[in-house]
Structures are given as C-alpha cells and as structure tokens.
C-alpha cells in the first residue's frame, strides 16, 4: 500500500509535499511566464507530485478498486450536505475511497471518501491588471473556503489534515497584506512573487 494509506500521515510524506510545493514555486520565481494560468499551475503541481511513488503508485479502494492518492477538482459536501466547494488538488487516503454503487448510492459526483491528508488551493495573479485590493480578496475568499471545508470535515476525517494556498503572484510582491489566523495552525499560505518590490 501507498504510504499514505496509514492512518497517520508520515511526517516523510508531509515533507515530501512540501518539497514539491517548494520546487513548483522556485520554478515559477525562475519561468513565471510557463504559467499562464491557474490550471497551469495545477497540471505543473500535479505532474511534480506524480514523479513521487508515494502518490503516484496504484493502491487499493475500499470497494477493492485500484485508484491513487491525488485528485484535482474534487467536491465537498461536508457534515451538513451544504458545501458546494471544488478543491485544485487533495490527497486523499484511497483506503477510505469508493467509487462503485455496490453497497449505497454514491453522491452526484460518482465517488465518495471521508478521509484525506491535504487539501491544496490554488491563486494566480496572471498580470498586473488585477489590483493588489481584488488579489488579496480573492486569497481571502479562499482561506475562508479551506477553513470552512476544515469544520464541516473535520470530525469524520480520522486524519489530521493538512490545508496549503498555493499563491503565484506576476505583480508586486504582498507578503506583507496575507491573511493570519492563529486559531487555524494547519492552513498554510505558500505564497511567491516574481517582483522584488513588496508592498507596504
């Protein structure tokens, strides 16, 4: 089985994600113009976490499928059936996952599993057209999503799961203006910018 199939998360396999995340983005402070756009972004972060067996090999479903760890665009529902939110990336724990009808009915989505160790969001700032203003709202407005994707699944997923927001920037550099939350130590902003200059 994949590594992260235990039921705790290996702090090897959190490294090793966070090594990937730590490649994309030196790559992106060198290229930043291979990325065009946010989905850009996801297929190059993909591809990276690909060439990691510990998230590419093959491993068996709950249902006695085969599938993998990583997922993009997938759905919430949460605890109260009310989430209509997509996630760019998640690694999911394939032991929980399901994918036949066999034993109940699926969602609308056709798969189901309660437990993952990470959920990664994606922003881009394609160019300097979009104000630092809507930038920052637009970061925001995704924290606020992980953090409400973190309480409506927190209690059935059995593992304590890692939250990234993954922020390429093409203007000036706002590390000084990203949202903190100390109540919320497992949501993590990775942010870069291809400007030197950073806004007060």
């Known amino acids: 089985?994949?590594?992260?199939?235990?039921?705790?998360?290996?702090?090897?396999?959190?490294?090793?994600?966070?090594?990937?995340?730590?490649?994309?983005?030196?790559?992106?402070?060198?290229?930043?113009?291979?990325?065009?756009?946010?989905?850009?972004?996801?297929?190059?972060?993909?591809?990276?976490?690909?060439?990691?067996?510990?998230?590419?090999?093959?491993v068996d479903t709950e249902d006695s499928e085969k599938s993998i760890n990583i997922h993009s665009e997938v759905r919430w529902y949460g605890e109260s059936r009310n989430l209509r939110y997509r996630s760019d990336v998640v690694v999911l724990d394939t032991s929980d996952l399901r994918v036949t009808d066999t034993t109940f009915k699926l969602p609308s989505k056709g798969f189901g599993f309660n437990n993952f160790f990470a959920i990664i969001e994606i922003k881009l700032r394609r160019n300097i057209k979009k104000s630092d203003s809507t930038?920052?709202?637009?970061?925001?407005?995704?924290?606020?999503?992980?953090?409400?994707?973190?309480?409506?699944?927190?209690?059935?997923?059995?593992?304590?799961?890692?939250?990234?927001?993954?922020?390429?920037?093409?203007?000036?550099?706002?590390?000084?203006?990203?949202?903190?939350?100390?109540?919320?130590?497992n949501i993590k902003i990775m942010y870069a910018s291809m400007s030197p200059k950073i806004a007060p």
């Open 1 to 58: 089985l994949s590594v992260l199939n235990n039921s705790n998360t290996p702090q090897s396999s959190i490294i090793d994600l966070e090594t990937s995340l730590d490649r994309l983005i030196s790559f992106f402070v060198k290229y930043p113009h291979v990325f065009l756009t946010e989905d850009d972004v996801r297929c190059h972060l993909v591809a990276e976490l690909l060439r990691n067996s510990k998230f590419s090999q093959i």
């Open 135 to 185: 930038f920052i709202n637009e970061i925001n407005a995704d924290f606020e999503k992980l953090k409400k994707i973190h309480f409506e699944t927190n209690t059935y997923n059995k593992h304590k799961a890692n939250y990234y927001l993954l922020c390429f920037d093409k203007g000036v550099n706002l590390c000084r203006r990203l949202p903190l939350d100390s109540q919320n130590p």
